[in-house]
């Protein structure tokens, strides 16, 4: 299947006016995606059911060797080449290890805020050199916060971490694996839909389903930065798909690379013994809608406001706050190295202690023996003395008189 099947609508720059699109479509574009959350909800999975679901190259596509179940231990990178009508983009997308598993949980999402900080660090530091081709960029253009659906609201952890994420990249919030809704969720979403009849009803009970309502009112109470895009364009058509998309946010979605036939169709999805849980039906999930702002509504708006918003903002930064070619200071350190600093910090301490006390020995060595020399010194001078009072008897026995000096 060509790509331009996988993607009827084209990528990218679907939506930019001609002028612009022709602009564009001659450089074509680098679009980075990383997607991060607590461990085990689904964010692998869902990498792979984007490459095997709508931007599948079998001839670029580089997939991971990890097997789907396996738990993410470092950053993994994927990487794809899309082209349509002769746009190319080279999609990069960059999994984390998951978050969440420890007591304390600090230190194990740091890595993924100061990769993200290292990003603009190193795009800023290739920008200051005197040659500029060849850059590498791995900036972020957008971050998925993978939401456990736990059917309440938002942890305080995913707050911290989305807080931290929204201020340096585009965050998009995602309610991972949809399909685990309770049976009364949906069975309300079934009667909302047969009542009301079609697609705006599924959008409105999405939309207000009492998680996803939460969830955007703790994002909104707690002023987490998240992703929205100007709705309003010339193309009516164009602004009722961004309304519909902006309204799905935050996006619930399916993942699985499973092929599975119901009649005689083909679906990526998950069977259960009520039905199967579909990847791309609208009525099961957004991960079209996710898709389609990904890779071609919202992708160029994307890019843009990660050069002039985020980027911006970190270089500014920066600048006020560091001299000309400072090295960034770290701000979080990596745990493992941690000990190994603790352990140099007390080697030297005990270095300096040794070599504290030698000094305080050669110190009273030195204060004995000068205590020594001075009484020497005293017993020489009372010895002289002496000899000099001799001396001057001597004489005046010899002169009758007082010694001329
Ligand atoms: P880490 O690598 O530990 O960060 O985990 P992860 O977030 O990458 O999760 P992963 O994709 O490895 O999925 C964990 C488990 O959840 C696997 O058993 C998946 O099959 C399952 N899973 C993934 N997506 C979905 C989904 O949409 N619905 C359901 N029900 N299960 C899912």
């Known amino acids: 299947m060509s790509p331009s099947a996988l993607l009827p609508d084209g990528v990218g720059i679907a939506h930019l006016p001609n002028q612009r699109h022709k602009i564009v479509s001659k450089r074509g574009a680098k679009f980075t995606l990383m997607v991060c959350g607590e461990s085990g909800c689904g964010k692998s999975t869902y990498v792979n059911t984007l490459f095997t679901s709508g931007i599948k190259d079998p001839k670029k596509l580089h997939l991971r060797h990890t097997k789907q179940t396996e738990k993410t231990v470092e950053i993994e990178i994927t990487k794809a080449e899309l ?5 190319k983009v080279k999609l990069t997308v960059i999994d984390t290890p998951g978050f969440g598993d420890y007591v304390n949980n600090r230190d ?28 590498i960029d791995l900036r972020v253009h957008a971050c998925l916060y993978f939401i456990r659906p736990n059917g309440h609201t938002l942890k305080p952890l995913d707050i911290e971490v989305m807080k931290q994420i929204g201020s340096r990249v585009n965050l998009i919030p995602v309610i991972a694996k949809a399909d685990t809704l309770t049976p009364q969720d949906l069975a309300k979403f079934k009667r909302n839909v047969s009542r009301k009849g079609g ?34 364009s010339d193309d009516e058509e164009v602004t009722s798909t961004n309304q519909r998309i902006m309204d799905a946010m935050p996006f619930a979605v399916i993942g699985s690379t499973e092929d599975i036939t119901i009649g005689d169709r083909t679906v990526k999805g998950r069977q259960y013994s009520w039905g199967v849980a579909e990847v791309e039906n609208e009525d099961h999930c957004d991960f079209k809608k996710l898709r389609t702002l990904l890779i071609r509504s919202h992708m160029h708006d994307l890019i843009s406001t990660t050069e002039e918003t985020h980027y911006e903002s ?31 910090r007390l080697a030297f301490t005990e270095q300096v202690k040794k070599e504290e006390n030698r000094f305080r020995q050669w110190e009273a060595q030195l204060v004995s023996e000068r205590d020594r020399l001075n009484k020497d010194l005293e017993a020489q001078h009372a010895q002289i003395k002496a000899m000099e009072g001799e001396l001057e008897q001597m004489y005046q026995m010899h002169h009758r008189g007082p010694m001329r000096r």
């Not at 082209?83 to 746009?87: A, G, S, Y």
């Not at 697609?199 to 999405?206: M, P, S, T």
Request: hydrophobic share 30%; charged share 30%.
């Open 108 to 135: 194990s999402w740091m890595p993924i805020v100061e990769f993200l900080d290292d990003q603009h660090e190193s795009f800023m530091g290739q920008e200051q050199q005197p040659t500029r081709a060849g850059i």
């Open 314 to 344: 970190y270089r500014q930064t920066q600048m006020e706050t560091r001299k000309f070619g400072e090295q960034k200071p770290k701000k979080y350190e990596n745990p493992k190295f941690k000990e190994k600093e603790e352990q140099l």
């Open 199 to 232: 697609e705006r009803a599924l959008l409105i009970c999405l939309t207000h389903h009492p998680s996803i309502t939460q969830i955007l009112d703790v994002i909104h109470a707690q002023g987490i930065q998240i992703y929205s895009c100007p709705i309003e």
């Open 83 to 87: 082209e349509e009508k002769n746009f």
